[in-house]
């Protein structure tokens, strides 16, 4: 589930449990778990019921399903971030002009999927934003809530089953044949 969008409600979103990553340099954890298993990142869909944008520099809103809200905040200094300093000014102009886009969308009421990567900000749990689609269908969100139920009981709540690490004694017969391979591989 690590590089995978992990469909969750807002419910399952806030239980995540944070642990710092060796390679942080900050006191926020960047390493999340659900049920042992890592979630980098997600999809969630609600209702926008909050939204405060900062200038030029993000656009934060809260997107509310029902179980919960989660917060979500959408970057928008691309064109003046140290982070962008070394791609392609085309590529930073598109993905500044999507984001222009994606805030302009962002309205009070508006039915949103929104899909992103989990981050910390001060000890409180946020959507980086990737993308985001306004649903026009109303049942969208009941049909989300159905595909979370449905994706948590067959494989997110699954346990992990690793295989061993070598194979048991049982696997190797008796006969000769078996005895000659197993000298072969010493």
């Known amino acids: ?75 928008l200094n691309h064109l003046n971030s140290t982070y962008f300093a070394r791609r392609n000014p085309s590529d930073v102009r598109l993905i500044a002009d999507m984001a222009q886009d994606y805030a302009t969308s962002i309205q009070l009421g508006v039915l949103a999927r929104v899909r992103g990567c989990v981050t910390c900000f001060r000890g409180v749990l946020q959507i980086t934003v990737d993308d985001v689609f306004l649903e026009r269908d109303p049942n969208a969100e009941i049909l989300h809530w159905l595909d979370c139920v449905k994706l948590a009981r067959k494989f997110y709540d699954v346990p992990t089953v690793r295989p061993p690490l070598c194979r048991p004694a049982q696997y190797f017969n008796n006969n000769n044949s078996n005895k000659r391979t197993f000298e072969n591989l010493r």
Do not use: H
Request: charged fraction near 25%; aromatic fraction near 10%; charge should be positive.
């Open 1 to 75: 589930m690590q590089n995978t969008r992990v469909k969750l409600l807002a419910s399952d979103f806030l239980t995540l449990t944070p642990k710092l990553s060796s390679y942080s340099s900050s006191s926020d954890p960047t390493l999340f778990f659900r049920k042992g298993k890592q979630v980098s990142r997600i999809e969630t869909l609600g209702v926008v019921v909050s939204r405060e944008r900062k200038g030029d520099r993000y656009l934060k809103f809260f997107i509310d399903d029902g179980t919960g809200c989660i917060s979500c905040i959408l970057w």
